[in-house]
Nanobody, 119 residues
Framework: QVQLVESGGGLVQAGDSLRLSCAASGRARGMYAMGWFRQAPGKEREFVASISGSGGSTYYGDSVKGRFTISRDNAKNTVYLQMNSLKPDDTAVYSC????????????WGQGTQVTVSS
């Protein structure tokens, strides 16, 4: 089992930046692929970004490319999502997820953290 806990959400204004963190514990040995997803009220869950276990490969959803950066610190078992130039459309609950590899399903999910961007 892998436990994931997100933090760093909050209320910001459009144009501001925010950094989310996802701390992994439990069977967090080894390097799981990690991802960030978001879900806004009334909308389906949306892929935001993912990163390989080594951190050497990253992928982004079209709506966040050029504004968000995913990174990881394996020594701390933590993944980050740096969000810049935030827009009201970025308002959602952001959740992190872990899987054996980028090509595998994400089997473990955190509870999520709310990000609200005011105009």
């Amino acid at each position: 089992q892998v436990q994931l806990v997100e933090s760093g959400g909050g209320l910001v204004q459009a144009g501001d930046s925010l950094r989310l963190s996802c701390a992994a514990s439990g069977r967090a040995r080894g390097m799981y692929a990690m991802g960030w997803f978001r879900q806004a009220p009334g909308k389906e869950r949306e892929f935001v970004a993912s990163i390989s276990g080594s951190g050497g490969s990253t992928y982004y959803g079209d709506s966040v490319k050029g504004r968000f950066t995913i990174s990881r610190d394996n020594a701390k078992n933590t993944v980050y999502l740096q969000m810049n130039s935030l827009k009201p459309d970025d308002t959602a609950v952001y959740s992190c997820a872990a899987g054996l590899s980028l090509g595998s399903p994400f089997d473990y999910w955190g509870q999520g953290t709310q990000v609200t961007v005011s105009s």
